[in-house]
């Protein structure tokens, strides 16, 4: 793999292009951009301007722009969810989207309605196909709680119909993915706290360290504070040494939903039952985040990710002790008040500090926002014009503090000395 930095013009600021050698001999350059949370949209083919998320079974028919076909195609395939077209030259792009994989005979049935010079076909990467969604009983924050009230509905129940209705899947199924994700969670806390090590990282393990201070009584002894750091460092190591983590919402931030609810949920004895239950009210809360400033701190900075994650964790806690989704939705906007503005500016490139520390701070506000909440606390400002906030406060933000390693501790004598022992340390010399 060959990597080149230069400037080109772009209306994102994560932007980057690939050139892709196909093992057929031929070549393709995508220009992309990076949205967060490991998620990427490709918004260009070899000059044809499309929008490809990995939520869709694909087909890209290349040919001339004078060749017909388009009205006929969207006739003849009602089953596809969309088909656009767009131009380079002489040339046209036709993109189709499907929910179920493309057959040979929906390919033979193409090439007799139009013809192509070339025909790109590529699968989701997304564990949920788009297409095949339910209508939602709720839409905005205020529609939720309604709803929820009207329904006798606890965040938990809301956030397992919407998941429901965007997969079109059965109860049962969702919830076993959400099973399945909380295994990885879980695994994630149990390696990190065993031990990880990993050459290209800055911190040692350091999440062990926690018990072994409350052996010794250095620390408080019956502090939840004490499993929650741990947690939260652990999940934290073991990202930091390319173990599986579940990026929620990012992997900047995967250590603050897993390692509080994991604390909480042990402190009080919950089932796993209800401890999933958790997780669905967590994903409510972040799905309204994505329909607004979206996760990429290097468009808004650490407030999309342990500021997210924050507000996620808040309303997973309420959840836990069994708080009513309009409780659960005001610690998430209490949670996320308290990160407005919060900086994005790692040491040396790497995702390790001051993350770490945020994590946990994320962690603990998550935790005391959910228990004011609880008692009664009024957050005030309702969640829908907390996340507002975050897009209009990331517009104030210089671009040094958002994940570019160019502000903030970033730029620090000391942080600047380790980037450079790092990069040396990395450097190959080849003959």
Known sequence: IHYEINSFKTNHVNTFRLLLDGINGKNIQ???????????????????????????????????????????????????????????????????KFSKQVSDETIEKLNRIVSFDELIITKPVLPIIAGNEKELPFTSVSSLLEFAEKENLDLGALGLIYERCQSGLEDSAVINRMKNLVSIIESSIKTGLEGTTYKDRILPQQSHLINSAKKRNKILQNSIINQIIANVSAIMESKSAMEVV?????????????????????????????????????????????????????????????????????????????????????????????????????????????????NVSAAVNALSSATMSCAGYNA?????????????????????VKCTGKGGLAMTKTACAIKEKMTRKNIIVTP
Do not use: W
Request: net charge negative.
């Open 30 to 96: 995508v220009v992309a951009i990076s949205i967060g949370g490991g998620s990427f949209e490709i918004q260009n083919i070899d000059g044809f301007e499309v929008k490809i998320c990995g939520d869709f079974y694909e087909v890209c028919l290349f040919n001339s722009s004078k060749e017909t076909g388009l009205e006929e195609l969207k006739s003849m395939f009602p089953q596809s969810k969309s088909i656009v077209e767009s131009f380079s030259s002489d040339r046209r792009l036709i993109n189709m």
């Open 246 to 358: 579940v990026a929620n919402p990012t992997a900047g931030s995967c250590g603050v939903v897993g390692g509080v609810l994991r604390a909480v949920a042990d402190d009080i004895n919950a089932t796993q039952d209800e401890l999933i239950k958790a997780y669905f009210a967590t994903g409510i809360i972040g799905v309204y985040f994505a329909m607004g400033p979206g996760f990429s701190a290097e468009e808004h900075g650490c407030q999309v990710e342990c500021g997210a994650s924050a507000g996620m964790a808040a309303a997973g806690i309420v959840q836990l002790f069994g708080g009513t989704a309009r409780q659960a939705v005001d610690a998430a906007s209490m949670a996320i008040q308290n990160m407005i503005g919060l900086v994005c500016d790692p040491i040396a490139d790497r995702v390790e500090a001051p993350c770490l520390g945020k």
């Open 380 to 400: 005030l400002i309702p969640l829908n014009e907390v996340i507002e906030t975050v897009s209009s406060v990331s517009k104030q933000m210089p671009s040094c």
